[in-house]
């Protein structure tokens, strides 16, 4: 869920829809799920928008209500919703990535397990989505594992080419902290903050020398994969997300902050410009990518969560392009090699990192020591930016 997320339907126009909500909420799921029925039927012209979003609000409080009969309303709903093609693009991705989570934290696993039954024949069936994102969801808690059904129906998946379907059905060890929250440990905010939990990389004159060399290696494809996580999730600022080669190996003790602030990045133009030094730190694989799955799964201040199943899926497509390597790759092999990069966090005091919200910036290097991959993202609204 997003730190602010604004629901569609919020403005004086749409009062008359709240209201309404607010009598459907009273109703019992049989009838809430009738009187959604009934906005389906009549649902069309100048009032179209407003009740699809109003059967989706339903949809979703059917599936947050613990019910065997709600499970099929809501499920069905969606169905209806992203058959009927009245939604947004935006809104038809939301809406069964949220109900799936829904489904998933508040319904017993033997009333979700009959959605499986039928076998799809095509990823054109709008049942087919919802399905796949319940299976994203119980993977990410570590249910459903041996259920034939959902077995088959993930396998299945898998044939069509659905995207989660590459994801495995359990929770790898390396992605022990996705949606875990451990009290104390928010964003990284400051540079104290960060030496408090990662060890500092050296600053060398060698590594600035050898980063005042390198060389630009442009590939949109690679930077559009690792700036999803941002992107989807609705955070202030387009992420920064560059790749550069090295004439020679870099030696891991000079791979540090004076290397990453001769890089040309956008992320540091200014640097100097507030008060406060520059600083990167150590950090792990595993650090990285659950930053990456929080990015989407709690989305942006101003954006919303994509639910966890494909909160999941952009994680590791980010974490791939920032090592370069190929989709095809599994994932537990992706893991073997992630230990053999290094990984940076690092920080400065420039009009992109604001200390104030959620700032995140990696630098990468590769086992051959002559590639670096950086993204950087921030979560503050560049036209509030606030003054050193």
């Given amino acids: 869920m997003s730190h602010n997320q604004e629901t569609p339907g919020d403005s004086c126009s749409d009062r008359p829809r709240r209201e309404e909500l607010q009598h459907l909420a009273e109703l019992e799921p049989e009838a809430r799920y009738e009187a959604a029925l009934r906005i389906c039927a009549v649902g069309d012209g100048s009032q179209g928008a407003s009740a699809t979003r109003t059967v989706g609000r339903i ?23 992203l058959h009927g093609g009245a939604m947004s693009p935006g809104e038809g991705d939301r809406l069964p990535r949220s109900v799936a989570a829904k489904l998933v934290r508040a319904q017993h696993l033997r009333d979700i397990e009959p959605l ?16 796949a994102c319940l299976l994203g969801e119980l993977a990410l808690i570590g249910s459903g594992d041996g259920r034939r059904s959902l077995e088959a129906y993930a396998e299945r998946l898998g044939e069509l080419g659905h995207p989660l379907a590459r994801l495995p059905r359990t929770r790898l060890d390396i992605e022990h902290r996705f949606a875990v929250r451990v009290r104390g440990l928010g964003s990284v905010k400051t540079t104290k903050q960060l030496r408090s939990r990662f060890p500092e990389a050296p600053s060398t004159d060698r590594g600035a020398a050898v980063g005042h060399g390198v060389s630009d290696a442009r590939d949109d494809g690679r930077a559009n994969a690792a700036a999803r996580p941002f992107r989807a999730g609705g955070w202030a600022r387009e992420p920064e997300a560059r790749f550069f080669t090295l004439p020679n190996p870099l030696s891991l003790d000079d791979f540090g902050i004076s290397f990453i602030k001769e890089l040309p990045l956008r992320c540091l133009a200014g640097e100097g410009g507030r008060r406060g030094s520059a600083l990167a730190c150590v950090t792990t694989p595993d650090d990285v990518l659950n930053e990456l799955f929080t990015a989407s799964y709690v989305g942006g201040v101003n954006g919303q969560g994509q639910g966890g199943a494909y909160a999941r899926l952009y994680a590791w497509d980010s974490f791939y392009a920032l090592m370069g390597m190929p989709t095809g790759v599994p994932l537990l092999e992706a893991v073997r090699r992630a230990a053999d990069h290094r990984w940076l966090r690092f920080m400065a005091f420039t009009d992109w990192f604001h200390h104030d919200t959620s700032d995140l910036a990696f630098a990468v290097l590769d086992p051959t020591r002559t590639r670096v991959a950086v993204l950087a993202a921030t979560d503050t609204d560049v036209h509030r930016d606030r003054p050193a």
């Avoid at 979703?60 to 709600?70: G, I, M, Q, V, Y």
């Avoid at 039928?118 to 049942?127: Q, R, T, V």
């Fill in 59 to 81: 949809a979703e409080t059917l599936a947050d209500t613990r019910s065997r009969h709600c499970v099929t309303f809501a499920a069905d709903l969606v169905s209806r919703l």
């Fill in 116 to 131: 499986f039954v039928e076998l799809p024949d095509g990823l054109s069936d709008p049942a087919v989505e919802l399905r």
